[in-house]
């Protein structure tokens, strides 16, 4: 493992911050919980933004807004070479209106920010995690609108020259092909009656790869040393039997995460998403694709938690030959040695590991949490990566998922816990929000010490 290997971990605004009271709402505020809801609501949005009273975790997410000293400082004792966290545009602009950014909010960021580099922690900021303001949804429709990339942009500008020499590395989006089946929290886009869900999601992908683009160059203009990026799910397919028809389902669904990175990378639309941009009617000017060609990432993040299986059967398929979690997410470590050694040799481009980690019922029984599993989780999946490294893949640095406790994405349930951390604090909000260290706290500190020689 090459130094200064950047060995830490992730969190999001969306997930962790809460303050909600100094902020405007995003997009997963108006979630409630549970995963038979949220999937549900996925096919009908507008019940985000119209909500019955409830609970609504991420509202408070585990109040990193105002616990963020305490929490930065458990970092620092675990050895944490960087921390990557998105900064939310609701904190900054809370309606849209503003003819400036909000400065309270701002002040606080730079406080966070100030103490992770007194830390000796590298900041590694996402713009946005899931958490778009929900202005943006009900006054542009997201990502659908052409406007939004300018707003997106306007944002950006404020933390890049804010944070210019402090934070180096910049991530346009959390995940961005999860847009293909999460239109609303990745792209901010509602479908109006008028259109198709295909013809809104291609004019939003485009939209979310131009403002790739273009913080690419901003970022470049502001400070030469900014590095880009964003993040991308991956997700490796295996045919489920030797029958062509399951390989050329995998080439076919392989492609539905590759045609951002190809665009992201190589600056040009792939040919097979060019037919159903023309298919679903999309808007683009010749400047837009000028753009994308000359500004390109700089290294690719990558999130990693499972595979999946390509098949011609229509019926749902499962891995037979794989082990789950409680939340049923096949486990798979050589699948993300897969994942990192598929995308160097596609890319040739610096790997940054965003997120991989495990979702698990924690105990917390006389202040401590023996999360063994989690343990054997993560182990496993770093030995992996040590492998791919081996091989020549270039690997800049391991961010698990998460830092500590936060409120999950797909349930919104704080008892599918991922942290180092655990934060008490229940599914029903209560809870006295201290925090605990679990056991793989301690195992993840010597991890780093001994820069993933001793797992
Ligand atoms: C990633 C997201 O897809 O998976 C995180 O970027 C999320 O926001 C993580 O929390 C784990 O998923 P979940 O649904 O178990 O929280």
New binding site residues.
């Given amino acids: 493992m090459s130094e200064p290997f950047l060995w830490g971990s992730s969190l ?1 605004g969306g ?1 962790a911050e809460g303050g909600i009271s100094s902020r405007g709402f995003t997009v997963v505020d108006n979630m409630p919980q549970g995963k038979e809801l949220r999937s549900h609501l996925l096919d009908d949005p507008q019940q985000y933004i119209d909500v019955p009273p409830g609970y609504y975790p991420s509202q408070n997410g585990v109040e990193f807004f105002t616990h963020y000293k305490e929490d930065i400082e458990t970092f620092a004792q675990m050895g944490f070479k960087a921390l990557r966290l998105s900064l939310l545009w609701s904190r900054v602009f809370p309606t849209g209106e503003e003819t400036e950014p909000n400065e309270a909010g701002l002040l606080v960021y730079d406080d966070m920010i100030d103490c992770l580099l007194k830390k000796g922690i590298t900041p590694i900021i996402t713009l946005v ?2 958490d778009m303001p929900l202005w943006v949804v009900k006054k542009h429709n997201g990502f659908y609108n052409r406007e939004t990339v300018d707003l997106y942009l306007r944002f950006a500008k404020v933390l890049l020259e804010r944070y210019k020499g402090k934070v180096k590395h910049w991530l346009s989006f ?2 961005i092909n999860n847009v293909n089946h999460a239109l609303y929290m990745v792209g901010g886009a509602l479908v109006p009656k008028t259109k198709t869900r295909d013809e809104v999601l291609y004019q939003t992908i485009h939209h979310l790869l131009l403002a790739t683009s273009l913080l690419v160059q901003t970022a470049h203009e502001i400070d030469s040393e900014n590095k880009v990026s964003c993040e991308v ?1 991956a997700n490796p397919f295996y045919p489920l039997t030797s029958a062509p028809e399951d390989y050329f389902k995998m080439i076919e669904l392989d492609r539905t995460n590759y045609r951002y990175i190809d665009v992201m990378v190589k600056g040009k639309y792939p040919y097979y998403i060019q037919k159903d941009f023309i298919k679903q009617n999309v808007k683009m000017t010749e400047e837009d694709l000028n753009i994308m060609a000359e500004n390109t990432l700089d290294f690719l993040s990558v ?1 990693y ?1 499972k595979s999946s299986i390509a098949t011609k059967s229509s019926s749902l398929s499962e891995n037979p030959l794989l082990t789950k979690t409680q ?1 049923q997410w096949p486990i798979d470590p050589l699948g993300f040695r897969i994942s990192l050694t598929q995308l160097y040799d596609r890319y040739q481009l610096p790997l940054l590991v965003v ?1 991989n980690g495990l ?1 698990a019922k924690d105990q917390l029984v006389d202040q401590k949490v023996h999360d063994s599993y989690r343990i054997d989780y993560l182990r496993q999946h770093i030995k992996q990566m040590k492998l791919a490294i081996e091989e020549g893949v270039e690997v800049l640095g391991y961010l698990s ?1 998460a830092a500590l406790d936060v409120v ?4 919104g349930q704080m008892s ?1 816990r991922y942290g180092f951390i655990y934060v008490d604090r229940n599914d029903d909000g209560s809870g006295s929000l201290k925090r605990y260290r679990k056991d793989s706290f301690y195992w993840y500190k010597q991890v780093i010490q001994t820069n993933g020689e001793t797992l």
């Fill in positions: 999001c997930q995690h899931f959390c995940e799910n999130s938690y939340w997120e979702g998922w999950s994405t797909s349930e599918k």
